[in-house]
């Protein structure tokens, strides 16, 4: 089985910054995805980035330039760098991994941005 927890939510005023982290235990692979995700009040959970098994990165339109995906060298951890929030970044954040055609999130971490 595998368990991720992620941390680092909280309320930040538009214009500042969070970090997300995420550790993953239980069976993990060194060969694994593992991304963030995020769903607004009323909207779809929707990826906003992804650290593949290669090492390619991928981030949602939304948050290009803005947002930074990392992995810790154990392959177990992900992190998200959020700078120059808005509020239209408010949302419950999960992390994501994916190995041997099975797939696994966190319970969430609430992001909300307001002044």
């Known amino acids: 089985q595998v368990q991720l927890v992620e941390s680092g939510g909280g309320l930040v005023q538009p214009g500042g910054s969070l970090t997300l982290s995420c550790v993953a235990s239980g069976s993990i692979s060194s060969f694994n995805d593992m991304a963030w995700y995020r769903q607004a009040p009323g909207k779809q959970r929707e990826m906003v980035a992804i650290?593949?098994?290669?090492?390619?990165?991928n981030y949602a339109d939304s948050v290009k330039g803005r947002f930074a995906i990392s992995r810790g060298n154990a392959k177990n951890t992900v992190y998200l760098q959020m700078n120059s929030l808005i509020p239209e970044d408010t949302a419950v954040y999960y992390c994501?991994?994916?190995?041997?055609?099975?797939?696994?999130w966190g319970q969430g971490t609430q992001v909300t941005v307001s002044s």
């Open positions: 650290y593949t098994r290669s090492g390619s990165i």
């Open positions: 994501h991994l994916a190995q041997f055609a099975s797939t696994y």
